[in-house]
């Protein structure tokens, strides 16, 4: 019985080694890749066009940012469902838009400072 026990805490470490040493390593590239001087210029491109590109869409959805607003403060479930669950990698979850939109228009939302963003794709899921 000792021994199964023994042999079950080994492959227990064995196991949790690998994840860490996965981990480190993907994180190791990761830094790698984000300091490279024109991945952090293509980065801060990105950030200026999707911020041009809110303010441009700004007039033309702005009233979804209102509708999200007031069904947050009216705690309205039938409206918040029905928003995108589109996520911004920097901001979060904002993309105030109805769900299905992806096909003809970009994400649009409001970031924590006030400013509009609007982008293409999702952010993957962090929960």
Known sequence: MG????????AA????????????????AIAAVTSDPEVRRL???IRKEEACLGLELRPRFQPLQDRYDRAVRDLDAEALIRTCYGKHGRWGRICVLTEGHETTEPHWGITAEGRPVAWVGSAPDDD
């Open 3 to 10: 021994d199964s026990s023994t042999a079950d805490r080994v």
């Open 13 to 28: 470490a064995v196991q949790r080694h690998a994840r860490l040493r996965a981990w480190w390593e993907a994180e190791a």
């Open 43 to 45: 980065g801060e491109e």
